[in-house]
Every structure is written in structure tokens, then in C-alpha cells.
């Protein structure tokens, strides 16, 4: 399995984002350099196992969060990114992307059995 370090760049920028971090404050925070993290967010660079877990520490989010789209087991990770996406909901809109979900569901099960 190749690792995409792009997506995984793009998930750290997403959550430094949410939290107001700004490239220079998480670099102090991990001790990694203020263009490293830039590489990184751009997948410009591979990151290190301590990079990545000075990341992960200083951003208070799981290894799984970053790693979903490389890890099997990731399926209550993308469970809590759905709740998120459902929380602000109105019901119509819950029910639209519910019904939408079940069908592209029943889709991939059909496609799975050909």
C-alpha cells in the first residue's frame, strides 16, 4: 500500500484549521520547523513517526483520524466524521444525505457480488 502523504497534509491543515492553529504556533508546539509543516500540509515532505506524533499530540486528535483512508479498521472514525456532518442538520437535509448513503450502500453491495 502507498502511503498518500497529500491526503494525510490535508487532514493535519484541515485540523489546525478547525482549531486556529496557524502554522507558526503548531510549529512551536511540536518543534518541527514552520516550512516543514508547510511541506507537510502539501505533501511536499514525508513526515517522520515523531513529527507525526508531536503532530497528533499537539493537535489532541487520533493517529486513526489522520491515517483513515490507510487503516481496515477505520470505520468509527468515519462514524464520528458523519454524526459531524449530520449535527447541524435540518431534517430535510438529514433525510436527503441518509437516503443518499443507503443507496450508495445497496450500490457497492450489488457491484461487490458481480
Same mark, same amino acid.
Given at each position: 500500500?502507498?502511503?498518500?502523504?497529500?491526503?494525510?497534509?490535508?487532514?493535519?491543515?484541515?485540523?489546525?484549521?478547525?482549531?486556529? @492553529?496557524?502554522?507558526?504556533?503548531? !510549529? &512551536?508546539?511540536?518543534?518541527?520547523? *514552520?516550512?516543514?509543516?508547510?511541506?507537510?500540509? =502539501?505533501?511536499?515532505?514525508?513526515?517522520?513517526?515523531?513529527?507525526?506524533?508531536?503532530?497528533?499530540?499537539?493537535?489532541?486528535?487520533?493517529?486513526?483520524?489522520?491515517?483513515?483512508?490507510?487503516?481496515?479498521?477505520?470505520?468509527? @472514525?468515519?462514524?464520528?466524521?458523519? !454524526? &459531524?456532518?449530520?449535527?447541524?442538520? *435540518?431534517?430535510?437535509?438529514?433525510?436527503?444525505? =441518509?437516503?443518499?448513503?443507503?443507496?450508495?450502500?445497496?450500490?457497492?453491495?450489488?457491484?461487490?457480488?458481480?
Amino acid at each position: 500500500m502507498q502511503i498518500d502523504y497529500l491526503d494525510i497534509g490535508k487532514r493535519i491543515r484541515a485540523e489546525r484549521l478547525k482549531q486556529k @492553529v496557524t502554522q507558526e504556533k503548531l !510549529a &512551536e508546539m511540536t518543534g518541527v520547523g *514552520t516550512t516543514h509543516i508547510s511541506h507537510i500540509e =502539501t505533501g511536499n515532505s514525508k513526515l517522520s513517526i515523531k513529527a507525526f506524533v508531536s503532530i497528533v499530540n499537539a493537535l489532541n486528535i487520533s493517529a486513526d483520524e489522520l491515517f483513515r483512508n490507510h487503516i481496515a479498521k477505520s470505520k468509527h @472514525v468515519l462514524a464520528g466524521e458523519m !454524526a &459531524e456532518v449530520m449535527a447541524d442538520c *435540518t431534517d430535510d437535509e438529514a433525510r436527503v444525505i =441518509t437516503d443518499a448513503a443507503i443507496a450508495i450502500k445497496t450500490s457497492l453491495r450489488k457491484s461487490s457480488r458481480k
